[in-house]
């Protein structure tokens, strides 16, 4: 079975600063996604930034970008120029290649201060 | 386009009852996904409906269960309220879930 673990439950950064968020999984698969999601106090989860396991290179969208350490099953979110709206609940997720179970790690809550 | 949204926001049900929580998929979204968050962890998958059927289960008993309506909205019914229940009930939407699900902001279930 697939797991995810993020072995942060709590972090706090400045405000402009960059901040790194952890996240390791388990699987024997060689095709997956991987996914970092954001839980505002309003509940409603927000794709931040995916990344499928076949591609080597790292993704990012704008202040946000992930290091993917495939052979080490790692996948690591960095968010630069942290702003206080980047106050969340932070999710890392899997899922297979061609199914449809979404596993999520328990989350990391992020404080940012000014 | 709308995004993802559910019905009711808040609940309170007593032990032993049923509820029908309910979701509307975000246009052209043919595929309906339900998590449960307990408070302070990660959603938990419960199950997936595609054009109708169900595709894909989580580790939930069989009270749990659901259906999903040609314009692709869907409920989610739970039988026997256990007071283990509470939680937030997220209902996903997706094309294909490669490219991620777009999320509802839930229904906060309480058991008492």
């Known amino acids: 079975a697939q797991t995810v673990t993020q072995s942060q439950p709590e972090m706090s950064v400045q405000e402009a600063e960059t901040v790194t968020l952890s996240c390791t999984y388990d699987?024997?698969?060689?095709?997956?996604?991987l996914f970092w999601y954001k839980q505002p106090p309003s509940r409603q989860m927000i794709l931040v930034i995916r990344q499928e396991a076949y591609k080597q290179q790292n993704a990012t969208e704008n202040r946000f970008s992930v290091n993917f350490q495939k052979a080490a099953k790692s996948f690591s979110l960095k968010i630069s120029d942290s702003q206080l709206g980047d106050t969340a609940m932070y999710f890392c997720a899997f899922m297979k290649y061609n199914n449809n179970d979404m596993r999520f790690g328990a989350g990391t809550r992020l404080t940012v201060k000014p | 386009e709308t995004g993802v949204t559910q019905s009711p926001t808040h609940l309170i049900k007593t032990r032993g009852q049923q509820v029908t929580l309910r979701c509307s998929s975000q246009?052209?979204?043919?595929?309906v996904s339900w998590y449960q968050q307990a408070l302070g962890q990660g959603p938990q998958f419960i199950f997936q409906y595609y054009r109708e059927e169900e595709n894909g289960r989580g580790n939930f008993p069989p009270r749990f269960s659901g259906l999903q309506f040609p314009n692709y909205s869907s409920e989610l019914n739970v039988n026997a309220l256990e007071l283990d229940d509470s939680a937030l009930y997220l209902c996903?939407?997706?094309?294909?879930?490669?490219?991620?699900?777009?999320f509802g902001s839930g229904t906060r279930l309480t058991v008492v």
């Open positions: 699987t024997s698969e060689s095709n997956y996604y």
């Open positions: 996903a939407s997706s094309l294909t879930g490669d490219y991620g699900y777009t």
């Open positions: 246009s052209g979204h043919n595929t």
